[in-house]
């Protein structure tokens, strides 16, 4: 795709706005991860904070891009620190008990929202397709990687045997396919979110596995 059109004002704009949208999705899945765990309002914060800015950070030091995208829009902060309180009044009032299965679902959206981002980001900058779809991949799981971890836990896109990253990799290569073939220039990016969060979602209503490994 021209490289005027992925500097488009609109397309900036459409970036953005998938940005904040797969921000708030890991902000709730690393919110739910604390309940869970329950942890203090501390830990609320930091589970949310690193789930939702962990792979965007990952993408931006791999790419050298500074500032990181939630240092130069300071309003994510602030957002993720208005969820992570409202979150909890919500919780606390409403008697919530979550479950694994409530976090699966915004994981599962935030996977192909910050799939496309990342894939975006990474052809923005003249990544070959391959590292384009990498960035993506990285951009999706590893929020969610980070997040399993400072529960104690084996992350989930690698012990869950329900495609995970995979999704995120077919997402990744259907964005670059449509870039090659001059679709619109939104096309890409919704046709990047809708394969990645419609295979996860598949995967978990379908239980599809991949094969473990054992030796």
Not at 85 to 99: C, S
Not at 121 to 144: L, N, R
């Amino acid at each position: 795709m021209d490289q005027l059109l992925l500097d488009a004002p609109w397309v900036h704009t459409l970036r953005f706005l998938l940005e904040v949208a797969a921000t708030i999705a890991f902000a709730l899945s690393g919110v739910i991860a604390a309940a869970r765990k329950r942890l203090d309002a501390v830990g609320v914060c930091v589970l949310a904070f690193v789930a939702a800015f962990g792979g965007g950070t990952l993408r931006d030091l791999l790419l050298d891009q500074r500032p990181f995208f939630w240092i130069r829009h300071t309003g994510f902060v602030w957002g993720i620190l208005a969820l992570c309180v409202g979150a909890m009044l919500f919780m606390r009032q409403r008697h919530f008990e979550p479950t694994q299965r409530a976090m699966l679902v915004p994981d599962a959206i935030g996977l192909g929202l910050f799939a496309a981002v990342g894939v975006d980001i990474a052809t923005a900058v003249g990544m070959e397709p391959i590292i384009a779809v990498m960035m993506g991949v990285i951009t999706g799981a590893f929020g969610g990687v980070l997040r399993d971890v400072l529960c104690n836990e084996v992350p989930q896109a690698f012990s869950d045997h329900r495609p995970y990253a995979l999704c995120a990799f077919a997402g990744g290569w259907a964005d670059v396919a449509l870039r090659h073939l001059h679709a619109p220039d939104w096309a890409p990016l919704v046709a990047c979110v809708l394969l990645t969060a419609g295979l996860r979602g598949l995967a978990l209503w379908r239980n599809w596995e991949l094969p473990a490994w054992r030796v």
